[in-house]
């Protein structure tokens, strides 16, 4: 880490640092009173005890506590986070939750502006209880809105959108925008979905929206651009669902690299799926899971396009193609025992030669949703739509600003997201000391950086909304751009 001071890094630079991604830590007995306000006491007694459980990321009643270590494994329920927030110092614990104290200490931190998300609001956007997810994201939204009101200048909450279906989404983007004025929200990329007929509640399919999803989604991505917010995602890739991220005793396990799994599932889809072809102005943050998933599915993309495009399909692996009598001919010379093996060598060419079904060349174009004709449309509608939020102390935050691992040559849209307010940041003054350490390594040239901390996130936000920053501190450094 930098051995300067946040404070005197913000002073030696030339422009605003925007975090992407603060969060509030909810007082509960103030939610549970915006839950009352907005569900009925029935509504916020029912989330007070799956709270007090520490169990709201699975749907079991009792809760992960309530068992003993054999029944857990036997329902395979995922060990739920815990010890996430400072108790050493009273001071970083109650900055995490009052944000007249965050405010207060945004120049100690070395920060202009804070774009603050939510933290129970992840589990409960994602939640199969209908009436808690609507109800939690409604409560949730009214209080962020009366939290931050009076400090718009310095810091704007992110809405929460529940999305098991579009209604729902929509329905409640209307509300947050425009009746609280909220200036971008938070949706989970994926929807966790019981698997029909199964026995097993936690028994679940993952819906990444955008490729075979229940609904169609489209209406959600058209939404976003009317209402000029530019939806980002916090998605929990842990528990049910996703395959080794569910251990029921090691939380450790389960984090590393879930954030990362969920946005690349998420990411993954809205490109396959056509999104970004159909949608060219909508932007999109995956946030916390940091450069290198990014990184890695862009390159994988490519490489995967290279080869399994149609006309790639047709010129080497169209089974219309094969000469069936060389391909016998050649078992006959060379097979052996393989080919004395088969009553009837001739059989040989369609045993290797098969279309299962009949296929087309069509029916295996897995491209067709987006309408690829070149290599390069694969940058077009990856590298201007997706932005992608990276905590500050992640060295692979270089590689998002290394032309060379790029197919295309250029730099990832990667952000500076804080994470303040969680366990993973259990000093805020460190934050932007953690970031420049990446100058002071070599990882990124001062350019790079001022891309990290303050361009990328602000073109995210003002190219869906031009008045995104308007009446805040830093409405003149974000209009020049």
Not at 73 to 99: C, G, H, I, Y
Not at 277 to 296: C, H, V
């Amino acid at each position: 880490m930098s051995s300067r001071n946040a404070a005197d890094i913000r002073k030696s630079i030339d422009h605003p640092i925007i975090d992407g991604d603060g969060h509030i830590v909810e007082i509960l007995p103030v939610f549970l009173d915006y839950l009352r306000q907005v569900g009925g006491k029935s509504l916020a007694e029912r989330y007070r005890q799956i709270h007090e459980a520490n169990s709201p990321y699975h749907d079991d009643a009792e809760g992960w506590y309530a068992l003993d270590a054999k029944t857990r494994q036997r329902r395979r329920l995922m060990r739920p986070p815990s010890w996430l927030v400072n108790t050493a110092d009273p001071r970083e614990r109650a900055t995490t939750m009052l944000p007249n104290l965050i405010r207060e200490r945004l120049d100690e931190f070395g920060i202009d502006f804070a774009i603050m998300y939510t933290s129970v609001g992840i589990p409960i956007a994602s939640s199969d209880d209908e009436e808690l997810r609507l109800g939690g994201c409604r409560a949730l939204n009214v209080m962020y809105a009366d939290l931050f009101d009076a400090h718009r200048d310095r810091m704007t909450p992110s809405a929460v959108i529940p999305i098991h279906t579009p209604a729902e989404a929509i329905a409640e983007m209307e509300f947050a925008v425009k009746e609280r004025g909220f200036k971008t929200v938070t949706i989970p990329g994926c929807v966790r979905r019981p698997l029909e007929g199964a026995e097993n509640k936690q028994a679940a399919w993952i819906d990444p929206l955008a490729v075979d999803s229940l609904y169609d989604y489209d209406p959600v991505w058209a939404k976003c651009l009317e209402l000029g917010v530019a939806p980002a995602t916090h998605h929990n890739g842990m528990g049910a669902g996703w395959g080794a991220r569910g251990t029921t005793t090691n939380f450790m396990y389960n984090h590393i690299g879930h954030f990362a799994a969920g946005a690349e599932a998420a990411c993954k889809a809205l490109f396959m799926g056509g999104v970004t072809q159909r949608f060219p102005d909508l932007r999109i943050a995956f946030l916390e899971g940091g450069a290198g998933w990014a990184l890695s599915l862009l390159n994988d993309i490519v490489e995967h396009w290279e080869k399994r495009n149609v006309d790639a399909l047709r010129r080497v692996t169209d089974p219309a193609l094969l000469d069936r009598a060389a391909l016998s001919d050649y078992f006959v010379r060379y097979g052996g025992d393989l080919v004395h093996a088969t009553t009837d060598p001739d059989t040989l060419d369609s045993i290797f030669a098969s279309s299962p079904g009949g296929e087309t060349a069509t029916d295996v174009d897995d491209w067709k949703a987006i309408g690829l004709e070149k290599k390069e449309d694969i940058g077009t509608r990856f590298l201007p739509n997706f932005y992608i939020g990276c905590e500050a102390d992640d060295r692979m935050n270089g590689a998002a600003f290394d032309a060379r691992l790029n197919p295309f040559g250029q730099k990832l849209n990667a952000f500076l997201g804080s994470d303040i307010g969680h366990w993973d940041v259990p000093d805020p003054t460190k934050v932007i000391p953690e970031a420049w350490e990446m100058v002071e390594d070599g990882l990124l040239t001062e350019p790079d950086f001022r891309a990290f901390a303050f361009e990328n996130v602000t073109r995210l936000h003002t190219q869906m909304n031009p008045d995104f920053f308007k009446g805040t501190a830093v409405e003149e450094a974000t209009a020049k751009l």
